[in-house]
């Protein structure tokens, strides 16, 4: 997937999401228990995780990269230590 594109999903989720969270300041007082749930334990959480993607998401996907490349190399090196099974 280009990197445009995934800009641009996780845009849509961001705003998308946004979307209940301000009906949810602006709902009238008597509403807002139904609300509560849905927007602490999912809008919220989804759209502060698609914004830390969209600002640090550059950081995560080095380190991954880097993370994986080491086990990799590690694994391939441990397995080559191993004595064979008699």
């Known amino acids: 997937m280009k990197d445009a594109t995934q800009r641009s999903i996780f845009r849509w989720i961001h705003i998308v999401f946004a979307i209940p969270i301000l009906g949810y300041i602006y709902s009238p007082f008597e509403k807002l228990p139904d609300y509560a749930p849905a927007t602490r334990f999912v809008f919220l959480p989804v759209m502060v995780l698609s914004g830390l993607w969209m600002w640090k998401g550059h950081v995560v996907r080095r380190l991954t990269s880097k993370t994986a490349l ?7 090196q441990k397995k080559r230590s191993i004595p064979p099974k008699i």
């Open 70 to 76: 080491i086990l990799v190399q590690n694994f391939s």
